[in-house]
């Protein structure tokens, strides 16, 4: 199924008349588009298992500014690094030993800034994961608190003379962990760790902590990104000795960051990993936009699997609408899968179940008693539902978010522990190690076995087959571009007449348009009440240019998992 659109020179025509970069007045008008993060593709990748360039086993920065040429021409916006500071590794980087420094596996200082510049040139913005919420155990400053309580960074981290009695609470893992306060022989204390016991967490309460994060923020700025996914949100800012389960926040630490942030660059972005309920979720983001600019919606997307689960749309619907109110200047970032599990702790039991059975189904593809850690092509199985789920997430009214090698259907490998069964090498070709890499050892073995290996799953094939993927990926991507209304105007969800059927409308500055998708396996028709335009000509967009009308008495044929994208003339 192709796309037929009418080149880039059209995107960036429409994007300049649009106004993606907007100015300040611009911004604050009702109609405006807001800021460059509100439409923007965002791209996840770890530097490590990209693409390696000397031969080590190990991507690296050079490695990565080869291939920008690739994520230039998939219509990336945004690169989202995963950490990439110096580590021990025992929780694939987020165990940070050095805040300011590159991990040396990955590349030099030089390495770094010449993959900024190289992706400034091509027009592309950088964020990073940044990990402010713990360090590692092997951290100096963590060192020093156990052989010295009396020195300053004691004070850094959470302690406790006695053993706190909710400390097999509030775990991150569980059914890994068994615990989130560990005793420590130095200090014959009980330190606190929200993740693994490697990972003693932070203490926010202490400024000078504070004065760090700020620093850390500052230092990178000046280096060129243009925001940070901050990590594990809530756990930045709770209390842990107001309860392991449900503590307390210190939500004046998000305002803090933020202003930090603008201070140095105005129109930098933090992206927070915060899975939170729609009633917490204005303390997130300030309910005058004060503090996180985007939030990934986890909510949405744990209904959007039992939606997919169920074959039928209702409870996405409700999830969208339930997390509709968010200050003017914030954006959703929604994904289908991301380098973690497929949470579906908000789900009741039995909803939890539904989906197991339909996309996990094996104990081993199954984690923490709440996700799935499998990638989406293997889940879902069905070329067609594939593509209907990417259709979904590109026309939902907030920025896209593609984890590295879902564009091409990677698949996983699920002898690797915990959440590395999706953390797998790039599959880039038909070469050995997929053309990730020379050397015979790889910092992660490549999958060469089974449907998903990278001698049928690649970069080099899928870009040769017009009727790939990765070509479907790219045209999604171009089209979401034609259409800033999406991530910018004004959405309503519409009656379509079929409990099957999910269309939601957009509007900005008289330009309208509608996503129609069938979640039914089975063919469905559906007609649309449009109460201020019935009866309007609308285009389609994917699949060809064909005009239709669209009124309550029009009856629309979609093929089974069947989608489309109308735009009024």
Request: glycine content about 8%; some cysteine; charged content about 25%.
């Amino acid at each position: 199924m192709g796309l037929k659109l009418k080149g880039y020179i059209a995107v960036i025509f429409i994007l300049f008349i649009c106004g993606c970069k907007q100015s300040k007045d611009q911004a604050a008008s009702p109609d405006a588009v807001p800021e460059w993060y509100t439409n923007a593709f965002i791209y996840n990748l770890d530097v490590e298992t990209f693409k390696d360039s000397n031969g080590d086993g190990t991507g690296d920065f050079n490695g990565l500014t080869q291939k920008l040429g690739y994520l230039d021409t998939l219509g990336v916006d945004v690169i989202w690094l995963a950490p990439f500071q110096p580590t021990p590794n025992g929780d694939d980087g987020y165990d940070e030993t050095d805040y300011y420094g590159i991990d040396k596996k990955l590349g030099t200082d030089k390495d770094f800034q010449d993959f900024m510049a190289a992706a400034k040139k091509k027009g592309i913005r950088v964020i990073m994961d940044l990990v402010l919420n713990h360090t590692s155990s092997a951290h100096e400053w963590f060192k020093i608190a156990r052989a010295d309580t009396a020195s300053k960074y004691h004070s850094w981290y959470v302690w406790s003379d006695k053993k706190p009695g909710d400390a097999n609470k509030g775990m991150v893992f569980p059914g890994v962990q068994t615990e989130t306060w560990t005793y420590d022989e130095a200090t014959r204390k009980y330190y606190f760790h929200r993740f693994y016991d490697f990972e003693p967490d932070l203490n926010y309460e202490n400024q000078q902590v504070r004065d760090m994060a700020a620093d850390v923020l500052r230092f990178w700025l000046k280096k060129g990104v243009d925001g940070f996914r901050l990590d594990a949100v809530p756990f930045i800012i709770d209390l842990p000795k107001t309860g392991s389960a449900n503590p307390k926040h210190l939500f004046n630490i998000l305002t803090s960051l933020r202003k930090t942030v603008q201070a140095v660059k105005p129109d930098a972005v933090l992206l927070g990993e915060a899975n939170v309920t729609a009633e917490e979720n204005k303390d997130f983001f300030g309910q005058d936009g004060s503090r996180i600019q985007m939030m990934f919606n986890f909510y949405v997307n744990q209904y959007l699997f039992y939606s997919l689960a169920k074959e039928d749309p209702e409870s996405l619907k409700k999830a969208l609408e339930e997390f509709r109110q968010k200050p003017a200047t914030a954006q959703w970032a929604f994904f289908l899968r991301n380098h973690d599990e497929v949470d579906l702790a908000r789900l009741s039991k039995s909803q939890r179940s539904l989906v197991f059975e339909k996309f996990g189904p094996e104990s081993n593809m199954q984690i923490y008693d709440r996700g799935i850690r499998r990638r989406l092509a293997p889940m879902l199985a069905d070329p067609v539902l594939i593509r209907m789920s990417y259709s979904l997430l590109f026309s939902f009214p907030g920025a896209p978010v593609i984890r590295y090698g879902e564009e091409i259907g990677m698949g996983d490998d699920l002898t690797l522990q915990e959440r590395l069964s999706v953390r797998t090498p790039m599959q880039w070709d038909h070469s050995p190690n997929s053309g990730f890499s020379t050397n015979r050892i790889t910092v992660r073995p490549v999958i060469s076995y089974g449907n998903y290996t990278y001698r049928k799953v690649n970069v080099a094939d899928e870009s040769a087959d017009k009727n790939s993927l990765l070509t479907f990926i790219k045209e999604l991507a171009a089209l979401r571009k034609l259409h800033p209304e999406i991530g910018g105007g004004k959405w309503k969800i519409l009656d379509a007449g079929n409990s099957n059927i999910m269309a939601i409308q957009y509007l900005l500055k008289g330009r309208q348009l509608i996503a129609v998708h069938n979640f039914s396996k089975a063919p469905q028709q559906f007609s649309l009440s449009l109460s201020d335009a019935d009866g309007t000509a609308f285009k389609q967009l994917i699949g060809g240019s064909k005009e239709i009308q669209i009124s309550k008495d029009q009856k629309i044929q979609l093929k089974g998992y069947g989608f489309q994208w109308y735009s009024a003339k």
